[in-house]
């Protein structure tokens, strides 16, 4: 009876280790040594990370390149590396719709910042339904304000550099707003009527909203919706219409309604051409330009920028 009783109480006891239990403060334990160990869903959050963190911090992103965060599901990796994060950094606004559960879970456990989640509400865009648009990063000037979410995050989690942070965060802020004006000046020099960017879903409409760029996608704000064959009918007679000479496909979509797109408009009497492969939910390779926050920015512009012009 006794060993019975004890082999219970081993039973509960490792359980409860396993689980771990809610977090009851933000704080880095001042005992800990080398850097924080941070997990990001996206490349866009990882890079923000980094950009803040520096050399405190250890970043790895869960999505890599050419993944769509709106149907990610989690791997058994995934929950392991999440388990082992100090701090978990993710965009929110339901961008991460099939992780959102798991994030909830671990936000009872420790530091869990959803850095889109940030942004002053008014400058949300919304959908038919009411929800918010995730794709915040599309206006630089946004995406700053997200940077400030991860600074004072790390800034609590690690009192003993937060003027590192924040002093990192102001660094990598002035060079936003750098990009934020380069990218709205190269945008400009497209004339008003020819500046239409057409892709695969609609996840451009800050972009738009931000650098004056008319925006149209075959889907909704998320991917998990299906496009009609009445969108893609509309859509083409927009195109024949406005005679607009060039659509873009994009690296985490796929391209079959973009190829239907041209099909329709060639069978109307005007060829529109591929202008290009646009970076939307995912960024670049490591180690290539793209493989950064301002390095997709740039790349987009220019490549919008000379297939429209």
């Keep these: 009876m006794?060993?019975?009783?004890?082999?219970?109480?081993?039973?509960?006891?490792g359980v409860v280790g396993c689980e771990g239990s809610p977090a009851t403060g933000t704080s880095r334990n001042k005992t800990s040594t080398g850097p924080i160990t941070a997990v990001a869903t996206t490349g866009m959050v990882a890079d923000l990370v980094k950009n803040i963190g520096g050399e405190h911090v250890q970043v790895t992103a869960l999505m890599g390149p050419g993944v769509d965060p709106h149907l990610y599901k989690s791997s058994p990796a995934d929950i392991s590396q999440l388990n082992r994060a100090n701090v978990i950094f993710y965009s929110g606004l339901?961008?991460?719709?099939?992780?959102?559960?798991?994030?909830e879970r671990m936000s009872a456990k420790k530091p869990t910042i959803a850095v889109a989640e940030a942004i002053s509400p008014d400058k949300l865009l919304?959908?038919?339904?009411?929800?918010h648009d995730p794709h915040v990063w599309f206006d630089v000037s946004l995406w700053s304000e997200a940077a400030g979410a991860v600074r004072d995050a790390l800034a609590k989690f690690d009192p003993e550099h937060a003027s590192e942070?924040?002093?990192?965060?102001?660094?990598?802020?002035?060079?936003?707003?750098?990009?934020?004006?380069?990218?709205?000046?190269?945008?400009?020099?497209?004339?008003?009527?020819?500046?239409?960017?057409?892709?695969?879903?609609?996840?451009?409409?800050?972009?738009?909203?931000?650098?004056?760029?008319?925006?149209?996608?075959?889907?909704?704000?998320?991917t998990d919706s299906e496009a009609g064959v009445r969108d893609v009918t509309q859509l083409v007679?927009?195109?024949?219409?406005?005679?607009?000479?060039?659509?873009?496909?994009?690296?985490?979509?796929?391209?079959?309604n973009i190829k239907s797109l041209l099909e329709g408009c060639a069978a109307r009497g005007h060829t529109v051409k591929i202008g290009g492969t646009l970076f939307s939910d995912a960024m670049g390779e490591d180690g290539t330009l793209e493989g950064t926050y301002e390095g997709?920015?740039?790349?987009?512009?220019?490549?919008?920028?000379?297939a429209l012009r």
């Design 2 to 13: 006794r060993r019975g009783l004890w082999i219970a109480l081993v039973t509960v006891l």
């Design 94 to 103: 339901h961008l991460e719709g099939k992780l959102a559960e798991l994030l």
């Design 126 to 131: 919304t959908d038919e339904s009411g929800a």
């Design 165 to 222: 942070y924040r002093a990192a965060c102001e660094a990598y802020q002035t060079r936003l707003a750098e990009l934020d004006g380069a990218a709205r000046s190269e945008l400009a020099a497209v004339p008003k009527d020819q500046r239409v960017l057409v892709t695969a879903h609609d996840a451009f409409r800050y972009f738009g909203r931000a650098y004056d760029v008319e925006v149209r996608g075959i889907q909704g704000i998320s």
């Design 237 to 256: 007679g927009f195109l024949v219409e406005r005679k607009i000479p060039a659509v873009f496909v994009e690296t985490s979509v796929a391209d079959q």
């Design 296 to 306: 997709m920015v740039r790349h987009n512009v220019q490549t919008i920028v000379e």
